[in-house]
């Protein structure tokens, strides 16, 4: 979950960073009105993604600078797949998630953006032993950004949180992260940040990585977001009718989500890592200028639990390849 936030944080416009994607994964810097054509609307794009523990999209929604306070709920559903890799039975997964975002502008250079979220996953094994049961989050972060002349500026993010399985501990699951970078508006519609990243991992060591997330309007009403970090991926928005209310999305990426599992049979504390590569296709629809609709369809290709023991992976399983389907609301006030 915690690369997802910096997707929703990270991406860079010109003298400040307002509350996007990055997805993630960014709005305009300056003070501007109602954007009158797509390359201006890249600027007031409100990417409310949901931070997945199994898949994540950046959405677009067209807020105006002014809406501080943004609130998204999203819920998905994967289809039952077979477990593989050693594993007995099948399995299929719900997942819901609530986010809000709180955004202030310290000044004309200056914003701080505060953000705390929850996400429950239901774990639905049929057939076989459960290996962990359902799983909830949740977390806090603080962004902050300050931008400089000539297109260049900085950014700061911090973040804490916990996960567990229902016969975990949150307080094993404690996790964070940390990321520092410049980021660069290069005043051809391509806008980048990137830094040094450091997040933990649970029964595993810490990890230094590479943030880098661009954003792209490389034509009319078409748009291209790249990140890499925790999670990689890159997703393709289109403009369908050129009036900010309609947004088609494509991704495709690879996603990590760790959390505290119960005590193995010998007692010793366990962290399960959950990857995915997932290509999703949705379509997004402003039902009034604060509110927006939007429906997804997804096919995983792969899915696999890693389960960690004192810094060393004891044991995987691997799923099957399966499709999913979510629905997700966001509002700005």
């Given at each position: ?179 520092v970078g ?25 990890a230094v ?50 959390f505290a ?73």
């Amino acid at each position: 979950m915690l690369n997802s936030i910096l997707r929703k944080f990270s991406r860079p416009r010109s003298r400040t960073l307002s509350l996007t994607c990055l997805i993630a994964s960014a709005t305009s810097l300056s003070a501007q009105t109602t954007p009158t054509s797509a390359t201006d609307a890249v600027g007031y794009r409100e990417q409310i993604a949901p931070s997945a523990g199994t898949i994540t999209v950046p959405n677009t929604a067209v807020v105006p600078e002014n809406n501080n306070l943004k609130l998204s709920a999203m819920f998905e559903h994967d289809f039952k797949a077979d477990l593989k890799s050693g594993a007995a039975g099948n399995l299929n997964v719900n997942q819901f998630e609530l986010r809000g975002d709180y955004a202030l502008n310290l000044s004309a250079k200056d914003r701080l953006i505060v953000g705390a979220e929850y996400m429950y996953l239901n774990f639905e094994f049929n057939g076989g032993p459960a290996p962990f049961g359902n799983v909830q989050q949740v977390g806090a972060n603080v962004y902050y950004t300050h931008g400089f002349d000539g297109g260049w500026g900085m950014f700061g993010f911090l973040y804490g949180g916990s996960a567990a399985e229902s016969s975990g501990s949150m307080n094993h699951g404690g996790q964070g992260g940390v990321a520092v970078g410049p980021t660069w508006d290069t005043g051809k519609n391509l806008t980048l940040a990137f830094g040094p990243m450091y997040f933990s991992r649970i029964e595993d060591h810490g990890a230094v990585t590479l943030m880098l997330n661009m954003d792209w309007a490389f034509a009319p009403q078409w748009n291209l977001y790249l990140y890499t970090g925790i999670s990689s991926g890159a997703t393709v928005t289109y403009d369908l009718f050129n009036d900010h209310k309609t947004i088609v999305d494509a991704s495709l990426m690879y996603d990590s989500f760790w959390f505290a599992a119960r005590d193995n049979p010998a007692g010793a504390r366990q962290g399960v890592n959950q990857t995915d590569m997932t290509l999703k296709v949705g379509i997004r629809q402003a039902l009034t200028p604060a509110v927006f609709l939007r429906g997804y369809a997804a096919a995983i290709f792969e899915r696999e639990y890693q389960f960690h023991v004192d810094d060393h992976s004891t044991n995987s399983f691997k799923v099957d390849p399966t499709l999913g389907v979510g629905v997700e609301i966001g509002l700005a006030f």
